[in-house]
Every structure is written in C-alpha cells, then in structure tokens.
C-alpha cells in the first residue's frame, strides 16, 4: 500500500491544536508539503517548526478566522499559491448546550465555520485538484451525523448539513479523481475534550475527571482515542490506497456510536 505523499500539497484547516495538528504531522512524516490554517499566528510559527521536513518539503501558513467567509474569501484569493492535492476540512466545534436556549447567532456562527468556510475552500483547491486529475478533500465532522449527541444541540444540527454538503459533492467531484470523505471522531484526547468533559461534569454534579470516567465507560474500547488514531485515517483517506473510497462517513470512535 502506498502511504508516500511526497510531492503532494496538504491545505490543512485547524491544525494548531488536535485532530488537525496530530494530521499536519502525521502527513509531513509521510512526505507532503503541509499548509497549515488556525486564527492564531504565534501557534502557526510552533507548530511549523514542529513540522518533518525530511522530504525537503516546504511547509507554510496561512491565519484564517472562519468566522468571517468575506476575510477567508480575500485571503484565499491572495493566499493559494500552490497547487492543493489535499483538503482537511476543520476546525473548532460549535458551543455546547440544551438546542432550546440556543441563540440564533449560534446556528448562524456554526453553519459559517463549519459549512461555508469549507465550501468556499473547497472552491478555492478544486481546480488544482481537477487539473492534477488528484485530490482528497477531508471534513473532520462528528458521529453526531449518526447518532445526535445529548447537550450538544448546535453542533448536531450542523453537522448533518455538512455531511450531505460533502456527500453531495463526492457525487459531483468523483469523476476528476477527487474524492470527498467524512471522519467522524469520538471522543478524542484534545482542548475541546477537557471542555465538553467540564460541561457534563456541571451538568450531572460531578468533576471533570469523574466525568471523563463515565464517558469512557460507554465506549466499547473503553478509553479516548488520541489525535494520532484520528490522524492515521485521515492519512490513509488521502492516500492514493483509498482513491475507491467516496461518499462516506468514517467514524472513528472505539465502537461508541450505535448506529451502523
Ligand atoms: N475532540 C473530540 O472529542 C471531538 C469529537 C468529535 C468531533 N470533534 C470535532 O473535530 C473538530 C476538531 O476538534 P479538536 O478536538 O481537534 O479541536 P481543538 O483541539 O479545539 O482544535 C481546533 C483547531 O481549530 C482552530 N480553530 C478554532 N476556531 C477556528 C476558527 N474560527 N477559524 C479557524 N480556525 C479555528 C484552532 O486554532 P486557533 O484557535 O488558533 O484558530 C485549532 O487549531 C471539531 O469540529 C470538533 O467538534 C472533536
């Protein structure tokens, strides 16, 4: 199986802090060229130093806030440089909370950040990647697209949008050799995990820890995954193996999820 990315440029979204970070790393290892996007430039500078170059790659940066579509429009159409063979859709996810006292501004920031920031950079790869007749566009979203997640009623509800976006377009894209697939992560070991487990710890009266300890005990593998086993799909979905792979929800979550 051919694991090798060299020469093959990565857009990857989110990616100074977990889920994205552990792939930037995962992915440079493995030969490709690494442009990283996050909101702050001093975690950027960190996490491109931390970056292999073994392959001589050349590895850059590029601050993005996808809260703002007009701010990510200009500095794609200043920005791209290169000719993308990859696309990892992600970034933070969306505040926790009971769906009925969510605020309309808060399906309104989820469904910029998560669904029209990935549109307009899929617009921005997708003739590079039709004109390398190769291209992996990514979308780290949640097992929530199969089995809605109690307390997390914004992220749920974006979250199925961006799953039939992307399906959508693996439809439309499958015939210039670009495949469009989604990872579902459990509960991975990251920032955004202490958070929701001090969330369920105030909910249920318990610390953070305790909660944490409940929340393992309803995954069937019994722990949290780490960036790293989320990182191995997402590389392997870019690779030239899993070019047959389209279309599909991927969740990567120890067996939590009950749905097939
Ligand atoms: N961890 C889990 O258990 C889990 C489970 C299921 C799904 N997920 C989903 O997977 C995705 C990644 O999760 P994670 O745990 O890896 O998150 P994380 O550790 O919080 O990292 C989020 C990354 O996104 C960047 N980011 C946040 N807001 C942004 C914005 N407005 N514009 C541009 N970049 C932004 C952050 O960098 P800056 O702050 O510098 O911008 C950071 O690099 C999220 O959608 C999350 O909901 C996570």
């Known amino acids: 199986m051919n694991l090798n990315f060299k020469n093959k440029n990565a857009l990857l979204c989110g ?13 440079a290892s493995l030969g490709a060229s690494i442009t990283l996007v996050a909101r702050n ?56 909370g009971p769906i009925i006292n969510a605020d309309l501004s808060e399906f309104e920031n989820a469904f ?9 950079l899929v617009q921005a790869v997708v003739s590079g ?11 780290i979203i949640s097992t929530s697209v199969k089995q809605p997640i109690e307390g ?11 799953a039939n976006w992307s399906k959508t377009l693996a439809g439309e894209l499958g015939p210039f050799g670009i495949t469009v697939n989604n990872v579902l992560p459990g509960a991975t070991a990251t ?26 005990s309803i995954v069937p593998a019994r722990r949290f995954a780490q960036p790293e086993e989320i990182a191995y799909t997402v590389a392997f979905l ?18 939590r999820t009950k749905s097939l």
Do not use: W
């Open 15 to 27: 990616s100074t802090a977990g889920i994205g970070k552990a792939s930037a790393i995962e992915l």
């Open 41 to 96: 430039e001093e975690k950027l500078k960190q996490v491109l130093s931390e970056l292999p170059t073994d392959n001589g790659q050349n590895h850059n940066y590029l601050v993005a806030d996808f809260s703002d579509t007009v701010a990510l429009k200009e500095i794609l159409s200043k920005g791209i440089t290169k000719n993308y063979h990859i696309l990892l859709n992600n970034t933070g996810g969306p505040k926790g």
């Open 112 to 120: 910029s950040q998560h669904l029209l920031c990935n549109h307009i």
């Open 129 to 139: 990647m039709k004109e390398n007749g190769y291209g992996r566009i990514i979308n």
């Open 152 to 162: 997390l009623g914004v992220s749920n509800t974006i979250r199925g949008a961006v």
């Open 191 to 216: 920032d955004r995990l202490d958070q929701i487990m001090v969330n369920i710890g105030k909910k249920i009266g318990k610390s953070a820890q305790e909660a944490g300890e409940f929340m393992k």
């Open 238 to 255: 870019a690779s030239d193996a899993a070019g047959y792979i389209n279309g599909i929800n991927l969740p990567v979550d120890g067996g």
